[in-house]
């Protein structure tokens, strides 16, 4: 039984490009939660989405940022136009309801050059 | 706005010691506490805590909450390297389950 799945581990960009970060909850999990965490930090929550509806989106930078997670596939969370301060690892966890045990993934290291 | 603050920042041991993290919170209706242990990689879930006093046990961790004082402990027995990672508090408030995270305790266990 996978737990749940994001990629890629590692991701490098340039300043203006954009990065998308996958996530794929663990089997029979239809809420997905995005959580950012910087050096030396706790995780911050971006973003609450269940299939095809995002349910919170209060922790998201209102630009820029974005996230999905449709009927069929992974969750993607994307950033237009990154910039240095975007660099941080991307946690994605997931629950099959509304309780708040949530699995998390192995993270997405974003850097931005 | 809701705040978990978790103490110390980080903790140098010897394996056999027993250790306390804490956790303490303030946070607007109030549902429950989670442990987690971060390595490397993911968070792990450790406890879920919801009722006032009532110790929650797996092997040598245990944790307990005080919804009264607003503060959790976990408390690590017998400490073994492998106990070594930033354990981090959160608390689940309001409705939605989004959880609000401390800042992590790092704990290093020296052989």
């Known amino acids: 039984n996978a737990g749940v799945m994001q990629n890629p581990r590692h991701l490098v960009r340039r300043r203006g490009q954009e990065a998308r970060l996958r996530c794929s909850p663990m089997?029979?999990?239809?809420?997905v939660y995005w959580y950012r965490q910087l050096p030396e930090e706790g995780l911050k929550f971006m973003v609450y989405?269940?299939?095809?509806?995002?349910?919170?989106e209060s922790g998201m930078p209102k630009e820029r940022f974005s996230a999905e997670f449709p009927k069929e596939g992974p969750s993607i969370l994307r950033i237009q136009q990154v910039v240095r301060g975007d660099s941080a690892a991307y946690f994605c966890?997931?629950?099959?309801?509304?309780?708040?045990?949530?699995?998390f993934g192995s993270g997405t290291q974003l850097s931005v050059l | 706005e809701d705040k978990v603050v978790q103490s110390p920042l980080s903790l140098v041991v010897h394996e056999g010691d027993t250790v306390t993290l804490n956790c303490s919170y303030e946070?607007?209706?109030?549902?429950?506490l989670l442990w987690y242990k971060q390595e490397k990689k993911a968070p792990t879930f450790l406890f879920m805590l919801?009722?006032?006093?009532i110790e929650k046990k797996s092997g040598r961790l245990s944790s307990i909450l005080d919804k009264k004082e607003l503060f959790s402990i976990l408390n690590i027995t017998a400490t073994q390297t492998g106990d070594s990672a930033i354990y981090l508090c959160?608390?689940?408030?309001?409705?939605?389950?989004?959880?609000?995270f401390g800042g992590g305790t790092r704990l290093m266990v020296k052989p």
């Open positions: 966890a997931s629950s099959p309801g509304s309780w708040a045990k949530l699995f």
């Open positions: 959160a608390v689940e408030a309001n409705a939605g389950n989004m959880l609000t």
């Open positions: 089997k029979g999990h239809s809420h």
């Open positions: 919801t009722s006032s006093g």
């Open positions: 946070v607007t209706n109030f549902r429950s």
């Open positions: 989405l269940q299939k095809e509806n995002i349910i919170d």
